[in-house]
């Protein structure tokens, strides 16, 4: 990684909203920054499966909320 450039936040959301920047990126490097991105468990809520499966159209899987 350079240590001598950097990048803003505006850059860096700038990027993922191009879709022309998104696509230089591999489906391996999407699912690197995917799983990577989040905080922790809090951000892992079942209405944000529930949008990110709408969003991609996935009908097969579906999220249970369990209470604790």
Do not use: Q, W
């Not at 022309?20 to 905080?39: G, W």
């Not at 922790?40 to 604790?68: A, M, P, R, T």
């Amino acid at each position: 990684m350079s240590t001598t450039n950097t990048i803003t936040r505006e850059d860096f959301l700038a990027f993922f909203r191009d879709d022309e920047c998104l696509n230089t990126l591999s489906p391996a490097d999407r699912i690197e920054v995917f799983s990577t991105i989040l905080l922790g468990s809090s951000d892992f809520k079942k209405e944000l499966f529930d949008s990110i499966f709408s969003d991609y159209c996935v009908s097969h899987l579906d999220v249970i909320e369990v209470e604790e």
